[in-house]
């Protein structure tokens, strides 16, 4: 046994030097911060019922949950003149502000929105979310995978994204939670915070921002996310959808969510990860035997020979990059591996120092923060309080309840693995109505999907972590295909 605990700590002292030298992977991105959160759960061996004790003794108690708050921003405000660095052709309207969640603490939340570049009265609404926990939608999902801007490697200024969403809808970004991106408060102690503050703070949000762009109340309205995002994502649809049943006021009108690359259940997240490894070459066969045959990832505790396969199987996947397992890293002298999709992995570095220029930060409005810009906060996610094993029932309630629901996955990542999707839609047990087809993207096979009673489920051929950052047009397709209800192009065009 003793052996075993140093050739652990033996792993894990190269797996940290391994990790300094490449900066890349040391970058904090949001499956690195979920592969953090998915350790901390298993080495401190919580049940479920254990967090949602310390949530339920730590949490705020908010009383103003959905109500109207006295805001000081106002749309005219909040009104973004021109970005630095834009490029000419920008021909929509975008915003971005804070909307306050809550008055005595001082908690407000910071949203970046694009208006559509046509006829944005005649369009769906749309908010995207990033995961984490404590990651920023905005510098992420806004500037480097769906919004209307791409940072350039200079970090000073920006080109347009021909596949930006806002061709087809208008396009929300919240940074959330409070400590997350701009986003702050001004009682510290709302920092330690999990998915039910999360939700309502989100939820009470949205009300307030309708209050601000009363045009888009009672429009079409979907909610859509990656990566941790796959609890945030139903767990709002959730709290919106037991508003609306009391509220006759209610003005969301919540038509779907779609997540991507998801966490949604720890079992088959467990599971379907060293599923993917193998099946994708990443590991052995003796190390894979290893974990199913030591590893049930149904227990609430991992024994310790899974712990060593565990180990052993991240060793021997090598330093990789873990949001797409075929592209190049960022920083290595020579990039000679070819990025399928033509990606560049720095490109949260350029996010990074664009956003913390002081004249970005100007034309965006952003105030009442002192600390840099980060596009993940480990913090946040360090002291993260309650998060369910699965909600995989809350999926459930959604598909009974009518509105759509979609489950999309780039499969080359192997952080969130389209394996590990897979195995949770299983679970489920829906039954298929459309069985697995490839459907299609200037001419070629973009992916593959199954329609099931209430459920889609949609692969993203070539695409890693961030579908609409390395697949932009098959995400857009994929959009498109999600907010007119139909199903990805089947044939070839
Ligand atoms: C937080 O505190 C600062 C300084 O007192 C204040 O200007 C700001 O309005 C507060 N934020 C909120 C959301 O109340
Ligand atoms: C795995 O753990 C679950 C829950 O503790 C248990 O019900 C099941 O029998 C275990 N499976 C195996 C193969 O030991
Ligand atoms: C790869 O090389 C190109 C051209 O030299 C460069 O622009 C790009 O930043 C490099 N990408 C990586 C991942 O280093
Ligand atoms: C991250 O969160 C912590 C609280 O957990 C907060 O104090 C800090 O300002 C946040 N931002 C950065 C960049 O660390
Ligand atoms: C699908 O939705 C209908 C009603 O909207 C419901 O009766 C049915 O149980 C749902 N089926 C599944 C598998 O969710």
């Given at each position: 046994?003793?052996?075993?605990?140093?050739?652990?700590?033996?792993?894990?002292?190269?797996?940290?030097?391994?990790?300094?030298?490449?900066?890349?992977?040391?970058?904090g991105?949001?499956?690195?911060?979920?592969?953090?959160?998915?350790?901390?759960?298993?080495?401190?061996?919580?049940?479920?019922?254990?967090?949602?004790?310390?949530?339920?003794?730590?949490?705020?108690?908010n009383?103003?949950?959905?109500?109207?708050?006295?805001?000081?921003?106002?749309?005219?405000?909040?009104?973004?003149?021109?970005?630095?660095?834009?490029?000419?052709?920008?021909?929509?309207?975008?915003?971005?502000?804070?909307?306050?969640?809550?008055?005595?603490a001082?908690?407000?939340?910071?949203?970046?929105?694009?208006?559509?570049?046509?006829?944005?009265?005649?369009?769906?609404?749309?908010?995207?979310?990033?995961?984490?926990?404590?990651?920023?939608?905005?510098?992420?999902?806004?500037?480097?995978?769906?919004?209307?801007?791409?940072?350039?490697?200079?970090?000073?200024?920006?080109?347009?994204?021909?596949?930006?969403w806002?061709?087809?809808?208008?396009?929300?970004?919240?940074?959330?939670?409070?400590?997350?991106?701009?986003?702050?408060s001004?009682?510290?102690?709302?920092?330690?915070?999990?998915?039910?503050?999360t939700?309502?703070?989100?939820?009470?949000?949205?009300?307030?921002?309708?209050?601000?762009?009363?045009?888009?109340?009672?429009?079409?309205?979907?909610?859509?996310?990656?990566?941790?995002?796959?609890?945030?994502?139903?767990?709002?649809?959730?709290?919106?959808?037991?508003?609306?049943?009391?509220?006759?006021?209610?003005?969301?009108?919540?038509?779907?969510?779609?997540?991507?690359?998801?966490?949604?259940?720890?079992?088959?997240?467990?599971?379907?990860?060293?599923d993917?490894?193998?099946?994708?070459?990443?590991?052995?066969?003796?190390?894979?035997?290893?974990?199913?045959?030591?590893?049930?990832?149904?227990?609430?505790?991992?024994?310790?020979?899974?712990?060593?396969?565990?180990?052993?199987?991240?060793?021997?996947?090598?330093?990789?990059?873990?949001?797409?397992?075929?592209?190049?890293?960022?920083?290595?002298?020579?990039?000679?591996?070819?990025?399928?999709?033509?990606?560049?992995?720095?490109?949260?570095?350029?996010?990074?120092?664009y956003?913390?220029t002081?004249?970005?930060?100007?034309?965006?409005?952003?105030?009442g923060?002192?600390?840099?810009?980060v596009?993940?906060?480990?913090?946040?996610?360090?002291?993260?309080?309650?998060?369910?094993?699965?909600?995989?029932?809350?999926?459930?309630?959604?598909?009974?309840?009518?509105?759509?629901?979609?489950?999309?996955?780039?499969?080359t990542?192997?952080?969130v693995?389209v394996?590990?999707?897979?195995?949770?839609?299983?679970?489920?047990?829906?039954?298929?109505?459309?069985?697995?087809?490839?459907?299609?993207?200037?001419?070629?096979?973009?992916?593959?999907?199954?329609?099931?009673?209430?459920?889609?489920?949609?692969?993203?051929?070539?695409?890693?972590?961030?579908?609409p950052?390395?697949?932009?047009?098959r995400?857009?397709?994929?959009?498109?295909?999600?907010?007119?209800?139909?199903?990805?192009?089947?044939?070839?065009?």
């Amino acid at each position: 046994m003793a052996r075993n605990k140093m050739k652990v700590s033996l792993i894990m002292s190269l797996c940290l030097l391994l990790c300094l030298i490449n900066i890349q992977q040391c970058h904090g991105g949001e499956g690195d911060v979920l592969l953090k959160l998915l350790e901390t759960r298993q080495m401190k061996k919580r049940s479920a019922n254990e967090v949602d004790e310390v949530a339920a003794k730590e949490r705020h108690v908010n009383s103003a949950l959905g109500s109207i708050i006295p805001q000081r921003g106002s749309k005219e405000d909040d009104k973004i003149s021109e970005l630095p660095g834009q490029p000419r052709g920008v021909n929509f309207d975008q915003y971005s502000g804070y909307v306050t969640v809550d008055a005595d603490a001082g908690k407000a939340l910071f949203y970046y929105f694009t208006e559509s570049t046509q006829d944005p009265s005649n369009k769906p609404l749309v908010l995207w979310l990033n995961g984490g926990p404590g990651c920023s939608s905005f510098g992420n999902g806004g500037m480097a995978e769906l919004g209307p801007f791409r940072v350039n490697n200079d970090g000073k200024t920006l080109s347009l994204n021909e596949f930006a969403w806002n061709n087809l809808a208008n396009v929300l970004f919240l940074e959330s939670p409070a400590g997350v991106g701009f986003s702050y408060s001004n009682r510290s102690s709302d920092y330690v915070t999990g998915d039910k503050q999360t939700s309502e703070d989100s939820y009470t949000f949205l009300i307030n921002w309708m209050e601000r762009f009363p045009e888009y109340k009672n429009k079409k309205f979907y909610i859509a996310g990656e990566s941790y995002a796959g609890h945030y994502v139903p767990q709002l649809a959730q709290l919106i959808l037991s508003h609306k049943k009391t509220d006759p006021n209610h003005v969301l009108n919540l038509q779907g969510i779609a997540t991507g690359n998801a966490f949604i259940d720890i079992e088959t997240q467990n599971r379907g990860s060293y599923d993917f490894y193998w099946s994708h070459a990443l590991v052995s066969d003796e190390v894979h035997e290893g974990i199913v045959l030591n590893c049930n990832f149904s227990a609430p505790s991992l024994s310790d020979s899974c712990y060593e396969y565990k180990k052993q199987a991240d060793f021997s996947r090598g330093d990789i990059y873990y949001y797409d397992i075929y592209a190049p890293l960022c920083g290595t002298p020579q990039n000679t591996s070819l990025p399928i999709s033509g990606y560049d992995p720095c490109t949260s570095d350029y996010v990074d120092s664009y956003l913390n220029t002081a004249e970005v930060q100007e034309a965006l409005h952003v105030r009442g923060i002192t600390q840099e810009w980060v596009s993940c906060n480990s913090s946040i996610h360090a002291s993260w309080q309650d998060s369910p094993d699965t909600v995989l029932p809350i999926f459930q309630e959604l598909m009974q309840s009518g509105i759509r629901v979609w489950i999309y996955s780039g499969d080359t990542d192997y952080i969130v693995s389209v394996t590990t999707s897979r195995y949770a839609i299983d679970k489920i047990k829906t039954s298929i109505k459309k069985s697995w087809y490839p459907w299609y993207f200037e001419g070629e096979v973009g992916g593959y999907a199954v329609a099931y009673q209430n459920l889609t489920f949609v692969t993203v051929r070539g695409s890693g972590h961030f579908v609409p950052g390395y697949q932009p047009g098959r995400a857009l397709t994929l959009f498109s295909s999600f907010i007119s209800g139909t199903l990805p192009p089947e044939y070839h065009i």
